[in-house]
């Protein structure tokens, strides 16, 4: 099989498989954040240690942030989360992020990840996350984007020229022309705050695991924000299942 054809193909299973990315960051990076708070060394915490969760919460939020601009300004059929149907693409997003960049979803998905890998606090496990990130989605873009060329023919060509993959150029943008739709974002986004604020409480969890020896629950930020996040999905996942988000 020709190079062009196996990336094609990489992607395309990637794409349909993409959701499993986030189970293996997660796997790898509790194992790895284990051993990091198990060789630690008890000191004094500069004002950086001491604000470090809150770093790393920050850029998961502007990861968020960028999938919920993104999402929240297109047409039905586009930028979805459709791994079972395969690519979907009724129209060509041009304006708002995408004349920014060309995949804005994925560098959103980077930055809320990237927050995750950084609560290790191991070097080489985030350069390591930021490889397999570029090498993963690379091959997804890929695919995306044969698809995207094949569909929409010179127009996608014209639109992409100018437009780069996945760093943005602020020099490109355009205004959105579609409205703002606050009900796609609850029915689409709604797992992504959830997800993140579990991710955290759970990393605490693991943490005081490994440094007291036995399983603690302290009822903190994280407990308390793990549990307001969660409550708020289960309410939009009713509200969805009962076509009040339609």
């Known amino acids: 099989m020709a ?4 990336f094609k193909t990489q992607g395309d299973f990637l794409f349909k498989h993409r959701s499993y990315l986030p189970l293996i960051i997660l796997t790898i990076g509790l ?11 008890e ?10 969760e809150i770093i790393c919460l ?11 601009i993104t999402v929240g300004h297109t047409p039905k059929n586009t930028s979805g989360r459709n791994t079972k149907q395969g690519q979907i693409a009724d129209v060509l997003n041009t304006s ?4 920014l960049v060309r995949h804005p979803l994925y560098v959103g998905n980077f930055f809320m990840w990237l927050g995750v890998a ?3 606090e ?10 397999f990130y570029a090498f993963y989605y690379e091959r997804i873009m890929y695919a995306e984007e044969s698809f995207l060329r094949k569909k929409f023919g010179n127009v996608y060509l014209d639109w992409a020229k100018n437009v780069p993959a996945f760093m943005p150029n602020f020099k490109n943008y355009q205004r959105n022309i579609h409205p703002f739709n606050l009900k796609k ?17 759970i990393f605490e969890i693991v943490g005081e695991l490994v440094e007291k020896k036995k399983l603690v629950i302290e009822y903190g930020f994280w407990f308390y924000a793990a549990i307001t996040a969660t409550v708020l999905y289960l309410v939009l996942k009713i509200m969805k299942k009962r076509k009040m988000l339609d």
Do not use: D, P
Request: proline share 0%.
């Open 122 to 131: 191991n070097l080489w496990f985030i350069i390591a996350f930021v490889l």
């Open 185 to 201: 974002i609850l029915k689409k986004e709604k797992n992504g705050l959830a997800a993140i604020f579990l991710l955290f409480w």
């Open 31 to 41: 194992g790895v954040f284990m051993q990091t708070e198990y060789y630690e060394i």
């Open 43 to 52: 000191g004094s915490e500069s004002w950086f240690e001491e604000s470090y």
């Open 96 to 99: 708002g992020m995408y004349s």
């Open 118 to 120: 950084m609560l290790t």
């Open 3 to 6: 190079l062009q054809e196996e």
């Open 58 to 68: 920050f850029i998961c939020l502007l990861g968020l942030f960028i999938r919920i």
